[in-house]
């Protein structure tokens, strides 16, 4: 699904009563929801509203549709976009909306802009894609089959749980992005340097010592996660941020200096999330085209490379080790990093 925010340029404070009154009848709702309820909801005249919803389904912020024996409307995914992105414009937490940079199985994630001009991730929680519709069985939020509000509910449910994760977990320690603001389903974290470790080949980009390193600190966060009564669930090479320079453990989240992924937009300006974002100093990756780094990594490997710094991120699966496959989940975490580390010619010594 391509999300465009243009349409925010042309969105009026009745449009997002009725937006917002949609989403609300739906969270108490898992039907179509009638126009004249929305209408009551809204406070909104009769004909003003009908006009006001028309142009809302012209721009697919909202679906006109016809079930089995009723007749009403729902919020699309584009709409909750829009009424996230709208709250987080409105709290002075995002200013513009950048390029998407990644694509899970279950999220999108995106660059964006603070009033200040620093950069920020947003991800976008999207449970229900087809191929990962199992979620109402395998996550622990998604186990009511009541629960009202569809996809976007559970959505909902997996960014605040994922939020509360990061937040106790960088508060303790851990090496994950700094969480800053959550909406509805969109997740507002801080930027980190690096590249996920699947895009890392052996003997290209790292050394054989780098690769030693990031094995080890993979590890310790699988057995410090257990040791502090938590199973990640899903730690794999897809779910880890490798810095190769070493140096993100120096970088300030307001620092400039040292780019991860490029915002995209001319700092000087204000930016809005209406606005698209450009910058010729860019590749096609989002990554700032630099000639050089100037800082030196907080360490050295024996070979004089960079200690790769290696963050976490990806969590809302995570389960207690109470839970009764908790040992079988643990071993597979580690199990995968083990084979992933293996192709990359890493001695694991069957790490557990």
């Known amino acids: 699904m391509k999300l465009d925010v243009t349409v925010m340029s042309t ?19 898992s039907h179509l929801i ?12 009769h004909g003003g509203a009908h006009k006001v919803i028309s142009g809302l389904c012209r721009d697919k912020l909202l679906s006109h549709d016809r079930g089995k ?9 584009s709409g ?31 660059l964006a802009l603070t009033p200040t001009g620093n950069q920020l991730v947003l991800k976008f929680h999207r449970l229900g894609r ?32 994922e939020f509360a994760f990061m937040k106790a977990l960088r508060d303790r320690g851990y090496p994950v992005p700094e969480p800053v603001a959550h909406s509805r389903h969109i997740l507002a974290m801080g930027l980190i340097r690096g590249v996920p470790l699947y895009q890392i080949r052996a003997g290209h980009e ?17 057995r410090r996660l257990k040791g502090n009564g938590l199973i990640h669930c899903d730690l794999n090479e897809f ?12 970088l300030s989240s307001s620092s400039d200096e040292h780019y991860v992924r490029a915002s995209g937009v001319d700092r000087r300006g204000g930016g809005a999330l209406s ?31 960079p200690d790769p710094v290696v963050t976490l991120i990806d969590f809302p699966q995570m389960v207690s080790v109470d839970h009764p496959n908790a040992e079988e989940l643990y071993s597979r975490d580690v199990n995968c990093l083990v084979d992933f580390f293996e192709k990359l010619g890493v001695e694991t010594g069957g790490a557990e």
């Open 130 to 161: 087809t191929s990962f519709r199992s979620v109402r069985k395998l996550r622990s939020y998604g186990r009511n089959s009541q629960m009202k509000g569809g996809w976007l509910a559970l959505s909902r449910l997996s960014a605040i749980k």
């Open 34 to 45: 009638p126009s004249s309820q929305i209408v009551q909801a809204a406070r909104l005249r």
């Open 11 to 29: 969105l009026t404070k009745e449009d997002y009563r009725i937006l917002t009154s949609v989403e609300s009848l739906q969270k108490s709702s």
């Open 206 to 222: 790292i050394t054989p010592a780098q690769s030693r390193s990031v094995f080890s600190q993979s590890v310790a966060i699988a």
């Open 239 to 250: 779910n880890l941020m490798v810095d190769l320079s070493g140096v993100q453990g120096q």
């Open 80 to 110: 909750y976009d829009v009424l996230a992105l709208n709250s987080l414009r409105q709290r002075k937490i995002v200013s513009a909306l950048g390029d998407k940079i990644g694509t899970g199985k279950e999220s999108d994630i995106y």
């Open 69 to 77: 024996g009723s007749e009403g409307y729902r919020l699309t995914n």
């Open 275 to 305: 606005e698209p974002m450009s910058r010729p100093d860019v590749d096609a990756t989002g990554e700032r085209i630099l000639d050089h780094v100037d800082d030196e990594p907080l360490r050295r490997l024996e070979d004089g490379s």
